[in-house]
């Protein structure tokens, strides 16, 4: 059987595990699509773009994907299927129709839960205590395609954003691990969420992190 072929875009921890699942796997991964790392930006996380060139992948970090001269590229590759694990921006729909056979993106959320930015703020400032990831399908509509594959982890009181997201990370692993080799069969649940039964939030800004006292305890506490 002829290993699948997929372009992958992704950036930071949850984009290096994600790809390490697609070669364990025996995906052939044709390109890697990832970001320049910003200088005024502090950065903690992996490199994908240092893992991909260890594996012989090459490697692309254009300022926009959109364009007509990169979607002639992947419709030169012919992608089976486009990965997007934690890449910063938009995929049009011109791009994710070059996949055969879909095109895919893991959000750190348990969806419909959580659409949209910095999911993983907005659950620990909520006081949720479980939140996951998702594997869902990519359409026009951020967040909104059919749901593929969750994992769930557990939010304790005291945990912060920075150890939920080490959770969440891990859970986008064991969620891809768990349903590719259905994907690539074919065999791979599809099921259409509820987006009225969801929530959709922006990115944060840094007023979002001044504290009002006024508030309860709780409250304060989870946004601390």
């Not at 699942?21 to 699509?33: C, E, I, S, Y």
């Not at 320049?36 to 490697?59: C, L, M």
């Not at 750190?108 to 620990?124: F, I, Q, T």
């Not at 969750?150 to 912060?160: C, E, R």
């Amino acid at each position: 059987m002829t290993a699948p072929r997929a372009v992958v875009f992704a950036y930071h921890n949850v984009g290096v595990r994600c790809l390490k699942v697609l070669l364990a796997h025996g995906v052939d991964v044709a390109l890697v699509v990832t970001h320049e790392d910003n200088p005024n930006e502090t950065i903690w996380f992996e490199s994908v773009a240092r893992t991909a060139t260890e594996h012989g992948i090459p490697v692309v970090t254009p300022e926009d994907p959109n364009t007509p001269e990169f979607l002639a590229r992947l419709e030169g590759i012919a992608p089976d299927f486009l990965f997007s694990f934690y890449y910063r921006l938009m995929l049009k729909p011109a791009l994710l129709a070059t996949a055969k056979r879909g095109a895919y993106n893991m959000h750190g959320s348990l969806l419909p839960k959580y659409r949209g930015r910095v999911p993983v703020n907005w659950a620990v400032i909520h006081g949720e205590r479980e939140t996951g990831a998702t594997l869902h399908r990519m359409v026009e509509k951020p967040d909104a395609g059919e749901l593929v594959a969750q994992q769930a982890v557990p939010i304790l009181p005291d945990d912060t954003a920075h150890e939920v997201f080490g959770k969440v990370t891990l859970a986008a692993e064991m969620a891809l691990d768990r349903v590719l080799p259905q994907l690539v069969a074919g065999t791979a649940p599809h099921v259409m969420p509820d987006l009225k039964a969801g929530s959709y939030f922006g990115g944060r800004k840094p007023e979002d992190g001044r504290i009002d006292w006024t508030r309860p305890a709780q409250a304060v506490h989870n946004l601390v």
